[in-house]
């Protein structure tokens, strides 16, 4: 069985990648935090139905799936060969929200903060269902190690062998024609021929991983965006509600709207929270406030329990006889 890899950062780039000949205004090169450490991964605008002109922005679940870390997110537009990495002001946006996330497809839809950079453009998008399309040709921009716009295609090859957790028709399987991927290009959505996107990039699955330009033993992997559309239909499908304002600005979007955030009036309460003690808050939004804090008639973890009744998690040792 081949091995799988995602696109991480491992080494320099490698001789087969391609410095892009212009600039993608949509793609952008990002930076964000899992402390104690910055990655890096690669992203880009993507348009809905309505061109509302809302910051949806498309990256890999790998790169980003909880608030806490897209509320870090620094992005860098405009960054090719001939700029620097910070870039100009106006092409650098700071903190981001998750809209839709899901590891099966391993994408991650996020709003941006803020407007997107002025001279930047959404990318269309199609369900066109690509997978076993054998020879169908997608192309890419994207960064790898971090550094300047680079380009690649592939071409959809349906016979590959696949990685057992990334099953084909949820996922993309290529094979590069033309320039490659690598760490720092994870996210970066593939296009077909008519610059409609129809994926992101997930990794690599192969024999020789260690050598992203043997595009034999490899293949280039990217999350099928056919196979989620539902998930984010209602966001890019809908014409575009607006209904994804992270009202609180903790980087979850509100259960009305989709998200997974209990009270989008309250910072202290949303899914990446540890539950607070004695502030009446449900801060982790599990439904149940201030538990395990020994509050009203049930006991908190730890404490000698007979019954599960008992204990504020409703769970007693059977053995050890202490809450759970």
């Known amino acids: 069985m ?41 992203g880009g605008l993507i348009a809905d139905e309505g061109q509302t002109g809302i ?12 608030g806490k870390v897209a509320s870090s997110v620094e992005t860098y537009f405009f960054y090719t060969g001939s700029s620097n990495c910070s870039g100009p002001a106006a092409s650098h946006t700071v ?17 941006l903060s803020g407007s997107s950079p002025g001279g930047s453009s959404f990318l ?17 921009v994207s960064h790898p190690q971090g550094a300047p716009q680079a380009y690649s295609e592939h071409d959809v090859d349906p016979s590959a062998g696949t990685c057992s957790s990334w099953p084909r028709g949820s996922w993309i399987y290529s094979k590069d024609s033309k320039g ?11 296009l077909n021929s008519q610059s409609k996107v129809v994926g992101q990039l997930s990794g690599a699955c192969g024999y020789n991983l260690g050598d992203v330009c043997d ?34 600005e903790d980087g979850y979007i509100s259960e009305a709207c989709g998200g997974d955030d209990c009270d989008d009036n309250e910072f202290w309460a949303n899914p990446g929270l540890d539950e ?15 538990e395990d804090c020994g509050g009203g008639s049930c006991l908190p973890r730890g404490d000698a329990c007979s019954i599960g009744s008992e204990c504020c998690s409703g769970r007693c040792h059977p053995r050890k006889l202490t809450c759970q």
């Open 180 to 190: 490659a991927t690598e760490g720092g290009s994870s996210g970066s959505p593939v």
């Open 276 to 290: 607070i003690c004695t502030d009446d808050i449900d801060n982790n939004c599990d439904g149940t406030v201030d």
């Open 95 to 111: 903190g981001a929200s998750i809209v839709k996330t899901n590891k099966t497809g391993d994408y991650s839809l996020l709003q």
């Open 55 to 66: 910051p949806y922005f498309l990256t890999a679940n790998h790169c980003v799936s909880r």
């Open 2 to 42: 081949p091995g799988r890899r995602a696109n991480s950062p491992r080494r320099g780039n490698a001789s087969c990648v391609i410095a892009n000949s212009g600039t993608d205004t949509s793609i952008a090169h990002y930076t964000f935090v899992q402390r104690p450490y910055i990655y890096m991964c690669t």
């Open 215 to 248: 595009s034999n033993s490899n293949s280039t992997v990217d999350g099928a965006f056919a196979a989620y559309y539902p998930e984010v239909a209602p966001y890019l499908g809908g014409g575009g509600s607006g209904c994804t304002d992270d009202l609180d």
């Open 124 to 140: 269309g998008w199609t369900t066109e269902e690509v997978a076993y399309s054998n020879g169908y040709a997608l192309n890419r």
